[in-house]
């Protein structure tokens, strides 16, 4: 019979500096709630040599929600941060991504950071609610720490170590957001194609500023700036026509779906997530 694999050697850091000085070893990899670090054989990946867990960090595991922003700890867990949100027009494409992503099961381990962090991960279902919502990512280095924009987090989370993202912070405001996948949620199953909103408008309902954001239609969420500087001015009904014209999605191709079939849903995830918005607004 073939020996079970065995989870590599775990190191228990009590605080941020020390998690970094074990990162520094040879291959060290950060672990939040493991859910894809320990797939990593099933991905063909190799397996770290060394695991620094960082459930043990206690700064990490902050939720701090006042009316002027959110501040969450790296370490928050989608079902907690689901629970902990407030029913609020602003914040609810991060609750409905939070709520609505993996099953029951998957949602009380995998964390913020993890989802965030997990770079061949195209599929997250935080990290475009959070770019739809302007939200901030804080790194902490050997260096100190360093807040920067959530879309420049995701073109440099690639970069060699060590370093580990310690809290995100979304501004609150008067605008409303939603966050809308395919498939809607079946356990198990990876979302084909995400859109997230949010949008400020004018009394007479055009939108006078739109942040929208695609996940897992690319290789990485990104925002859909095209659509935004689109959206303008224009009435919220009119958004999801707007949204017909994909070009410079470069979509891709996988076992889950074809790159075509993300892009023809892709007007319909912006048609449903206008429409919540519109019934937050009516
Ligand atoms: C069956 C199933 C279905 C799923 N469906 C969905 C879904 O529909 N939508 C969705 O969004 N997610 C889904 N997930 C979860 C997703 O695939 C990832 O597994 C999860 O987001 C990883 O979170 P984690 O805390 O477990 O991270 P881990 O597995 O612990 O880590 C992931 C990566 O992030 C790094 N990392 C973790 N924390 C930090 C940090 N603070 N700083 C720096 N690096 C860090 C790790 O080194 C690793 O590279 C699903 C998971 C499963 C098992």
């Known amino acids: 019979m073939p020996a079970a694999a065995q989870s590599p050697p775990m190191v228990l850091p009590r605080s941020v500096a020390d998690a970094l000085a074990a990162l520094a070893l040879p291959g060290a990899q950060a672990v939040a709630g493991a859910s894809w670090v320990m797939r990593a054989p099933l991905r063909h990946e190799p397996q770290a040599p060394t695991w620094v867990a960082l459930a043990g960090i206690e700064d990490l595991h902050r939720c701090d929600i006042t009316g002027d922003r959110v501040r969450l700890g790296a370490l928050v867990t989608h079902d907690r941060l689901a629970h902990a949100l407030p029913a609020a027009p602003d914040l609810r494409a991060l609750a409905q991504a939070a709520a609505g992503a993996a099953n029951p099961g998957v949602r009380r381990i995998a964390t913020l950071g993890g989802n965030l962090c997990a770079t061949g991960f195209a599929a997250a279902d935080l990290a475009p609610a959070l770019l739809a919502l302007d939200a901030t990512v804080e790194i902490a280095t050997p260096q100190g720490r360093e807040s920067l924009p959530m879309e420049d987090f995701l073109t440099r989370r690639g970069a060699p170590g060590p370093w580990l993202l310690t809290e995100v912070t979304i501004p609150r405001g008067p605008w409303r957001s939603a966050h809308a996948r395919l498939p809607m949620r079946k356990a198990g199953d990876y979302p084909a194609a995400i859109v997230s909103l949010s949008a400020t408008l004018t009394p007479e309902r055009r939108i006078e500023r739109l942040l929208a954001a695609i996940g897992a239609v690319e290789q990485a969420p990104r925002r859909w700036h095209a659509l935004e500087t689109r959206a303008k001015g224009e009435p919220l009904a009119a958004l999801a026509d707007l949204a017909q014209d994909?070009?410079?999605i470069t979509a891709r191709d996988a076992l889950?779906?074809?790159?075509?079939?993300?892009?023809?849903?892709?007007?319909?995830?912006?048609r449903r997530a206008a429409e919540a918005i519109a019934e937050d607004t009516a």
């Open 246 to 248: 994909t070009a410079g």
């Open 256 to 270: 889950d779906a074809p790159g075509w079939y993300r892009l023809r849903i892709l007007p319909t995830l912006v």
